[in-house]
């Protein structure tokens, strides 16, 4: 069966503690994406990739990282430097979006990241 | 400024009955697309229907219909036949200009729908 999966699902992470989160694809889609969500809230875009070894901020990159080295894998590292990490992060993909509207962005089943 | 607005934090409806959640936009785009998503409790965000500014007619997928009005710029999801089953938070999104952004997705707050039998 195709699909994204992410891991941990529950995640606690100390203070000054870095922590990462895993998503993995097997769908073959070239663009991944990560979203926090808080309570209450839509979603806003972490970071994204449109390809390996390349990827773009998006709205809320401080305090975040992420690396691309394969097509199937596309990690977040929530840093120190993040100050309110507490959320709900939901990893996306598809296949490369370039000049296509109608093409859907498929989501993972979330990890929940709690403060200590 | 908002670009997705969803303005009913929650909403009823009874089993069987019909429900239209709303959704607003701001976009001076002239080609843009609308999508719908559910999310249940358990997290995952699972697509329902899609809606492009240049299409004429308003979108159906099963149980799923898209009341698109472009001039008042709104894009409400009309479900029809509730089921218990459809109790979730419903979010409307936006994509803009993917040849620069990678297909990135804007979000409204969302709805919780709930569903009473």
């Known amino acids: 069966d195709g699909g994204i999966t992410q891991s941990p699902k529950y995640l606690f992470r100390k203070e000054g503690q870095n922590v990462t989160l895993s998503c993995e694809q097997n769908?073959?889609?070239?663009?991944m994406y990560w979203y926090r969500q808080d309570p209450g809230q839509g979603l806003r875009l972490i970071y994204y990739s449109q390809i390996v070894n390349d990827f773009q901020k998006g709205d809320i990159a401080e305090g975040y990282s992420v690396s691309r080295e394969k097509k199937e894998s596309f990690p977040l590292t929530v840093t120190s430097a993040q100050k309110n990490p507490t959320a709900f992060y939901l990893c996306a993909s598809s296949i490369d979006l370039t000049g296509f509207w109608e093409e859907t962005q498929y989501f993972g089943p979330g990890t929940r990241l709690l403060v200590l | 400024a908002q670009k997705i607005t969803q303005t009913q934090p929650g909403m009823f409806v009874q089993e069987k009955e019909a429900v239209t959640l709303d959704c607003t936009y701001d976009?001076?785009?002239?080609?843009?697309?609308l999508f719908w998503y559910k999310q249940p409790s358990s997290g995952e965000m699972i697509f329902l229907i899609y809606q492009g500014s240049y299409d004429e007619q308003n979108a159906t997928e099963g149980r799923y219909s898209l009341n698109f009005q472009k001039a008042r710029k709104s894009a409400n999801l009309v479900i029809s036949a509730s089921q218990l089953g459809d109790s979730a938070m419903y979010f409307c999104?936006?994509?803009?200009?993917?040849?620069?952004?990678?297909?990135?997705?804007?979000f409204g707050q969302g709805t919780e729908l709930s569903v009473k039998p």
């Open positions: 976009t001076s785009d002239q080609s843009y697309g």
């Open positions: 769908l073959n889609h070239d663009a």
């Open positions: 999104a936006m994509r803009e200009d993917p040849y620069n952004q990678g297909g990135k997705l804007i």
